[in-house]
């Protein structure tokens, strides 16, 4: 049985699994590495059955239990080439071995019955990458840390039935929140993360693709809330004709499938 998870999402860690019978991959590791192994015992799976660990960037809050949770299992580790010389040590490098997948090109591989693809993102990273992972029942797709919505993107997420878009902050509450001018000026750039109403576009062309679920993720807790990202996504939509939408929790699972 198909079954993927949000694991936490936004500013304190991200993760996200997806696997078919218990043994899947995930899709960045921040946080703790305790913080995710309890997560996946509480979706029925555990560290030892994860096969593969794709990382879109290399944030903190995107890598930062990569290094303990790769010494506790076997799974292989794919990160763009330029992204691992901003954050790999030589140690965990070394570690790795040949279980470490370098690629300096899109992602084209197959985990189990799983075939993972990549596709550029527009963040502030070192090649960051979106993901659409191709599977029995479907086809999921995950962009988040996207400062705005590309073509490449669009292309890469419609028709995909399941999708993890990021969410991040509602423009009122951004402009008049706590941060410096700086930090607001990167987060609202091209390269800094989505506002509640791209992403509300952008759900709706998904939507009209035939996205079924879409979960909103990476929201700020300075300037956002579910409810708000929720609401501002809902109203790109008529009544009573949009998919199911949920809101991911920074500290728990969300299921998406």
Same mark, same amino acid.
Request: charged share 25%.
């Given at each position: 049985?198909?079954?993927?998870?949000?694991?936490?999402?936004?500013?304190?860690?991200?993760?996200?699994?997806?696997?078919?019978?218990?043994?899947?991959?995930?899709? =960045?590791?921040? #946080?703790?590495?305790? #913080?995710?192994?309890?997560?996946?015992?509480?979706?029925?799976?555990?560290?030892?059955?994860?096969?593969?660990?794709?990382?879109?960037?290399?944030?903190? =809050?995107?890598?930062?239990?990569?290094?303990?949770?790769?010494?506790?299992?076997?799974?292989?580790?794919?990160?763009?080439?330029?992204?691992?010389?901003?954050?790999?040590?030589?140690?965990?490098?070394?570690?790795?071995?040949?279980?470490?997948?370098?690629?300096?090109?899109?992602?084209?591989?197959?985990?189990?019955?799983?075939?993972?693809?990549?596709?550029?993102?527009?963040?502030?990273?070192?090649?960051?990458?979106?993901?659409?992972?191709?599977?029995?029942?479907?086809?999921?797709?995950?962009?988040? =840390?996207?400062?705005?919505?590309?073509?490449?993107?669009?292309?890469?997420?419609?028709?995909?039935?399941?999708?993890?878009?990021?969410?991040?902050?509602?423009?009122?509450?951004?402009?008049?929140?706590?941060?410096?001018?700086?930090?607001?000026?990167?987060?609202?750039?091209?390269?800094?993360?989505?506002?509640?109403?791209?992403?509300?576009?952008?759900?709706?062309?998904?939507?009209?693709? #035939?996205?079924?679920?879409?979960?909103?993720?990476?929201?700020?807790?300075?300037?956002?809330?579910?409810?708000?990202?929720?609401?501002?996504?809902?109203?790109?939509?008529?009544? #009573?004709?949009?998919?199911?939408?949920?809101?991911?929790?920074?500290?728990?699972?969300?299921?998406?499938?």
């Amino acid at each position: 049985m198909l079954t993927s998870y949000t694991l936490f999402s936004g500013s304190g860690g991200n993760s996200f699994y997806i696997g078919i019978d218990g043994h899947g991959i995930l899709i =960045d590791c921040g #946080g703790s590495a305790r #913080g995710i192994c309890r997560a996946l015992q509480s979706i029925g799976t555990s560290l030892d059955r994860i096969d593969d660990i794709f990382i879109t960037h290399e944030h903190c =809050d995107h890598v930062s239990a990569l290094r303990v949770l790769v010494k506790n299992c076997g799974a292989r580790v794919h990160i763009d080439a330029k992204c691992a010389e901003n954050f790999l040590d030589r140690a965990t490098a070394a570690m790795l071995g040949d279980r470490l997948m370098l690629s300096d090109r899109d992602v084209d591989f197959t985990s189990g019955r799983l075939k993972i693809t990549s596709f550029r993102t527009p963040h502030d990273a070192a090649n960051p990458r979106g993901y659409v992972i191709d599977t029995p029942d479907g086809r999921v797709g995950y962009a988040t =840390d996207t400062g705005c919505v590309t073509q490449e993107m669009t292309e890469n997420l419609l028709c995909c039935r399941y999708a993890v878009i990021e969410a991040n902050h509602d423009l009122t509450m951004l402009k008049y929140g706590p941060y410096p001018k700086s930090l607001k000026a990167r987060i609202a750039s091209d390269t800094g993360h989505l506002s509640n109403d791209d992403s509300a576009r952008l759900a709706f062309d998904l939507y009209k693709s #035939g996205t079924e679920r879409i979960i909103l993720a990476h929201l700020s807790r300075e300037n956002n809330t579910p409810q708000i990202a929720k609401r501002t996504v809902a109203s790109a939509f008529s009544a #009573g004709d949009m998919p199911y939408v949920e809101a991911a929790s920074p500290v728990e699972v969300t299921r998406l499938i």
